[in-house]
């Protein structure tokens, strides 16, 4: 048989080429560094975004939109804002077929566009906190794009709250950090993320501390899957969102982001897909079962559409393939890319020993089961196999974390997987010197494994990798 | 008490203005022309998307997501596309901080882009029909903008699909027409549209037939609420979307594209909403029953929070307004301007007589509820209300469209409300002298009120009327 990828081992990133072409998730835009998200990969991205709004609707925080166009001034009243994000904006001179009198930017993120709006809206400490998400596009102008994990227009959340305090902005920021982004990451995408804080070198552009979460790809390598910001008094002084406190005194707001994005559809195919394509976990999966009748015969489509709908009454997301007059072997191979958790196999021969053959993506095992038992089976298998991608990607991690006690040797160490290092031995000057061969401090951990307060305290470890 | 809202009677645009502002619904953004949408309106546009998003998907499309930046070139190869769109657009010509070669324009619409890929995709009649849409933000530069009406950035759903015959094709855009945007509007959204034609003089740009859905609203005056429509084989050929057919040949394929957008915010507004603000359609709205503590007392906050606790198991959506610091007279004010369609209040007075008072937004009345009868009256008073409010529009809609003989009566007519007025006697010629007096044609009906398949049918009827 043809092979239908170039195999792991042999060129990670030519694999995770093909899987994207040929799982159908994704092409190339016309212009440079875009992309077209097709319906496979689309389907992810809702089912991503469900369970990450579902999330950020607990935790208080309300849906809104905000516009695509900032004006060019409000990215220059943040100085470390406007520095971090310059070289990467696009910027519309012409509308309506004039040229305009000010620039605008394409939104690289909101910050400052909701800044001002935050200062409209707050008047009084009761007004806080304010919390806000928006699901929207943003547009950071890539060199060197590659699709979901680096493009010039991307899909993500922006979550941006404002508070009386700043114990209470910290609390937030974590607050999404853990029960939302964790919680998702580890429970449904079933990455088994690490959960830091970023360097000062390492922050985002205008934030006093960003928290991080980084996931181990199959090659080793880290791809930082979410960030949550504190702002300190940064965006608050440049927009002057103040309140008036209960003592009646004038106060500055202190303020909160954090985003996700379709990046995580890039760190879903690289932490879990294997040589024959993709391996989604079945919480995450928009098809989680799929009936494929195998060839026509006595009884067959009757007895898929019979389990098709049994399946969807028990609560599982199925789909049905009955396009007989395409060989089965493509289709297979098909349903193998895409990363289906199971298929139930309906074909004559099994269905007159009264038996449909249930087929696992995660471990490629091939069941025969009797009809009657095909829901409760599947039922299992999705449950078990959660956890078995979920623990593969674990073992991996500590199988390619390793712990060693100077720069040299982290650094060395990152050319196959992670290294633990004291951050004692790294510090801002070592940090560089990584930089400089590729390698990144993707987050420092406190000596427990617990995400640090600051960057002061005591055996700080940092975990240093090269990255997406 | 001072009044809240301009009276509708008094100025309808200020009132409009008043609703937005006052119920918190969008502000403009700092770009001329943009808008944000604040939770309040968001909240509403979610559920307009998510019930929407349903019926596309039981009609058999699937999402996808294309860039929001489009070569300028796309747009140059169907002649009247470019001569439509070319005077809004937004265009990009500087990113990463360099000139491009080639200026991009932010998407107006994605015909052209998503034709570009329907080409590379379809390959033999077994990929057809391939039906496809998005969600997603669109940019039209507006000279007089109006906030959710005309707005130089708005969101929307755009379909674009793809069939092997004009009937096919034809049949789609219609079932769009009926079974998703006809059912949605009239079954969710409670606005008897006139689904109807347009004339050639007031198609989409590029397209063979154009379909619509009117609203009228609360001032006589139409408002386009969605449309669906023919591309014929315009798109095939300007982006080579062929196919090889079951019989060998090469052919073009048929295109539609189908579309809504936050504009059917402002025609909830305009539609249902009264002089003490929004009135938000029972099936629509994120907040159906608001339980208010109208102030602290013996067991009010416990039975405040059963109800809703009940409400919530009915599967009702339910808010909960505890905030007693705050006046009771100013939180109700508040609900009626966000249209919330009923409300329950719980104060010690009538809690010691065993109510609650049931308030119902349509009709403003106030009855008391033995609390263990309150999830069922609200269910009720629901159920009611959808009715009631669709009612009150079909009601209007009739009294203010009058049926007359001649262009003169129905331009005269129109400043009051709809004409219906045989297209005989209006024609291209008398459509554009319509034109000049601010009338439009907004749709040609047949002669038994169905849609017809051509212009050119006999006893056509021409529905004019102002418009925004």
């Known amino acids: 048989m043809a092979r239908v990828l170039t195999p792991r081992a042999e060129d990670f990133p030519r694999w995770y080429q093909d899987v994207i072409a040929k799982a159908q998730l994704a092409d190339n835009g016309p212009v440079r560094g875009t992309m077209v998200i097709r319906p496979t990969g689309y389907a992810i991205w809702e089912r991503m975004q469900a369970e990450m709004d579902a999330r950020i609707k607990v935790a208080g925080a309300e849906n809104a939109y905000f516009p695509l166009f900032i004006p060019e001034s409000y990215l220059r009243r943040e100085a470390e804002h406007v520095e971090g994000f310059s070289p990467e904006l696009a910027v519309v001179t012409h509308g309506g077929g004039k040229q305009l009198a000010e620039p605008v930017v394409v939104r690289p993120?909101?910050?400052?566009?909701?800044?001002?709006?935050?200062?409209?809206?707050?008047?009084s400490y009761r007004d806080l906190p304010l919390l806000l998400n928006q699901w929207a596009n943003v547009v950071r102008w890539e060199l060197r794009p590659r699709v979901f994990l680096r493009t010039s227009e991307f899909l993500w959340q922006e979550g941006h709250t404002a508070h009386a305090t700043e114990a209470d902005a910290r609390a937030y920021a974590r607050k999404i950090l853990h029960e939302v982004y964790e919680d998702f990451m580890v429970g449904v995408l079933g990455i088994p993320v690490l959960v830091g804080r970023k360097t000062a070198g390492e922050r985002f552009a205008g934030a006093t501390n960003t928290y991080t979460l980084?996931?181990?790809?199959?090659?080793?390598?880290?791809?930082?899957?979410?960030?949550?910001?504190?702002?300190?008094?940064?965006?608050a002084r440049a927009f002057d969102i103040t309140y008036s406190s209960a003592t009646?005194?004038?106060?500055?707001?202190?303020?909160?982001?954090?985003?996700?994005?379709?990046?995580?559809?890039?760190?879903?195919?690289?932490?879990?897909?294997?040589?024959?394509?993709?391996?989604?976990?079945?919480?995450?999966?928009?098809?989680?079962?799929?009936?494929?009748?195998?060839?026509?015969?006595?009884?067959?489509?009757?007895?898929?559409?019979k389990l098709r709908d049994a399946l969807r009454d028990a609560g599982v997301r199925v789909g049905l393939d009955d396009r007989v007059d395409t060989p089965f072997g493509r289709r297979a191979v098909d349903a193998e890319l895409k990363g289906y958790p199971v298929r139930i196999e309906v074909g004559p021969r099994d269905l007159a020993a009264g038996n449909a053959v249930l087929v696992r993506r995660t471990d490629g095992s091939k069941t025969p089961v009797a009809v009657p038992d095909v829901v409760k089976a599947v039922l299992a298998a999705l449950e078990a196999d959660q956890q078995a991608l979920y623990d593969e990607a674990l073992k991996r991690r500590l199988d390619r974390t390793v712990t060693v006690g100077t720069l040299a040797e982290a650094i060395e160490a990152s050319a196959t997987g992670w290294a633990k290092v004291p951050w004692s031995e790294v510090g801002p000057a070592g940090e560089k010197e990584a930089n400089g061969q590729g390698v990144t401090v993707r987050c420092l951990i406190s000596a427990d494994g617990t995400v640090p307060d600051s960057e002061d305290e005591p055996e700080l470890q940092a975990i240093l990798a090269r990255a997406y």
Chains 1, 2 share one sequence.
């Open 248 to 305: 009646g005194g004038v106060e500055h707001a202190w303020t909160t982001s954090w985003g996700t994005s379709t990046r995580m559809l890039g760190g879903l195919i690289m932490c879990h897909g294997d040589d024959n394509g993709l391996r989604v976990p079945p919480r995450l999966a928009p098809v989680q079962a799929y009936v494929m009748i195998v060839k026509d015969g006595e009884g067959v489509g009757e007895a898929a559409a």
């Open 214 to 235: 980084e996931g181990m790809m199959g090659d080793g390598k880290a791809l930082q899957l979410g960030t949550s910001h504190e702002l300190g008094q940064n965006f």
């Open 109 to 123: 993120t909101s910050e400052t566009v909701i800044g001002e709006f935050m200062a409209k809206w707050v008047d």
